[in-house]
């Protein structure tokens, strides 16, 4: 005769064992409090010295012996809208380090604006850059009139009540850019600036010879056809 009780059924039974219900429910509790996790800490970035605009970007191909070889061109507008005002171009393999090369000469290219107590300019100009011609008027209470990028480059200077006008159809934003550029130059306060003017004359003769460029490949098109 079997004289052996019967196995009864306990909670645990089921449960591998060394791992009990209670120990198991410690465990997760200690972790779903937390410990003495520190709280997370968010870091402000801080504001650049500068206000910014991208004026143009583009990519470059220049052919080499081995190829072609792929560049970044970019245009960067700075202004601290006070009546301070610079415009750099930069060329990089990435656009990373066109940016940076760009803002550094705009910093190196920056100049201060005469400008009146409700600051706007103080009288009429005029410039040309290549094909883009530009009239800047003050006005009397009606606000920013102006377009394209001559409108970034007013607002960055922070220049208010001024009526300007392209008296050209070009459609490049650097030259429009260039121009504004210009033509606040016009108005600077300080009596000399030998960085800023040769920026502007490096800039004139770096489009006279991308026009040259372009014609002389034109023509020798022209010639392989005839051929």
């Not at 089921?14 to 200690?30: D, E, F, M, V």
């Not at 610079?86 to 910093?107: E, N, P, S, V, Y």
Request: hydrophobic content about 35%; glycine content about 10%.
């Amino acid at each position: 005769m079997d004289t052996t009780k019967p196995k009864q059924n306990t909670p645990n039974s089921g449960a591998p064992r060394g791992n009990t219900g209670g120990y198991r429910g410690n465990n997760n509790n200690n972790k779903r409090e937390g410990g003495d996790r520190k709280p997370r800490t968010f870091f402000e970035k801080p504001k650049p010295e500068f206000d910014q605009k991208m004026v143009s970007i583009r990519r470059v191909t220049r052919v080499v012996a081995g190829g072609r070889r792929m560049t970044f061109a970019v245009a960067l507008a700075i202004g601290d809208k006070k009546g301070s005002i610079g415009l750099g171009t930069g060329k990089g393999g990435d656009t990373a380090m066109a940016i940076a090369k760009a803002l550094r000469q705009a910093k190196k290219n920056m100049f201060k604006i005469a400008m009146t107590k409700d600051n706007s300019i103080t009288h009429e100009v005029s410039s040309k850059f290549s094909s883009s011609k530009l009239t800047m008027m003050p006005n009397r209470g009606k606000g920013l009139v102006a377009g394209s990028t001559v409108r970034d480059m007013l607002i960055l200077a922070g220049l208010k009540n001024i009526t300007a006008k392209l008296h050209s159809g070009s459609k490049n934003k650097l030259n429009n850019a260039r121009v504004a550029y210009k033509t606040l130059y016009m108005l600077k306060a300080n009596a000399s600036l030998l960085k800023v003017a040769a920026f502007i004359a490096e800039s004139e003769l770096e489009v006279k010879s991308e026009i040259l460029e372009v014609a002389s490949s034109v023509t020798r098109l022209e010639g392989v056809e005839v051929k």
